[in-house]
């Protein structure tokens, strides 16, 4: 099997905002941000390794990658992947030094990849994306709908509010899938109507979580400020969905993973 070479082009794409998600051992979904994704070859993809702990644990224990990349937030491509190791040398390590990316372009701390990870291809999916008034349409849908009030005891920081309700930030959403891998879409429109609720459009997904699945939610800003949400799913009228927030946490440095609520 093998990437199309659609999916191969966005990510090997400098440009393209990539992510990783990720299970442990309860079927939790764990996203972040990966620049380093490249495909290798038509049936592999390589990452480097660095300020990814819980991602690193989660493959090491359930080895299943869900894949996502998007350009220009209208081009996307998406895949899922069965993990097939690390190397701390090697080809693959090589080549991710020569393009050596940090994990986000404001590292100040950026030393170099730990290791080299590789993800052999099972299935992928292209999609494009809604803009212009189409876009506008469904935000102002999903403003207009909030009226369920929210059980989650979690509020998200006020820095994670106002770059999630960017226009300009990029969100995405992972879950885990009925053949248990690790999914990761594009989540456009999403908005916060409080610090404590997610809305988003469903229209999109070829697939959808269950009704009270956990989910988590990975939030990149146009400054590559980059933040991870996880809660609980629940399916809204005219195919929109809402999360209520558990947990909120860093994905970019300095402070990579580190829980600021919950």
């Known amino acids: 099997m093998e990437f199309s070479e659609y999916f191969t082009s966005l ?3 400098r440009s393209s905002s990539k992510f990783m998600a990720t299970l442990d051992t309860a079927q939790t979904p764990n996203i972040i941000p990966v620049f380093s994704l490249e495909s290798w070859d038509r049936s592999t993809a390589i990452f480097g390794e660095y ?3 819980k991602s690193k644990r989660n493959l090491q224990t359930v080895p299943r990658a869900g894949l996502l990349a998007v350009l220009d937030r209208t081009q996307c491509g998406m895949a899922i992947c069965d993990f097939d190791g690390f190397e701390e040398s090697g080809q693959y390590m090589e080549a991710l030094q020569k393009n050596s990316i940090p994990v986000c372009s404001n590292s100040a701390d950026w030393q170099g990849y730990r290791n080299a990870g590789r993800l052999n291809y099972v299935k ?14 469904k935000l102002i849908q999903l403003r207009l709908c909030h009226s369920r009030s929210s059980k989650a005891a979690t509020a998200m920081p006020i820095s994670v509010f106002r770059r999630l309700n960017k226009s300009d930030s990029i969100k995405t959403l ?24 997610i809305l988003f459009s469903l229209s999109h997904l070829p697939t959808r979580p269950a009704d009270g699945q956990s989910v988590a939610v990975c939030v990149l800003s146009a400054d590559n400020v980059a933040y991870q949400l996880k809660g609980k799913f629940h399916p809204l009228r005219n195919s929109r969905g809402l999360i209520e927030i558990s947990e909120v946490f860093t994905a970019c440095p300095p402070l990579c993973g580190e829980k600021i609520g919950g």
């Open 124 to 137: 992928s999916w292209t999609m494009t994306l809604t803009n212009g008034s189409k876009y506008l349409k």
């Open 51 to 53: 300020l990814m702990w």
């Open 11 to 13: 990510l090997n794409n």
């Open 174 to 197: 992972a879950f885990v899938g009925g053949d248990g891998y690790p999914l990761a879409f594009p989540a456009f429109p999403m908005i916060a109507p409080d610090r404590r609720t």
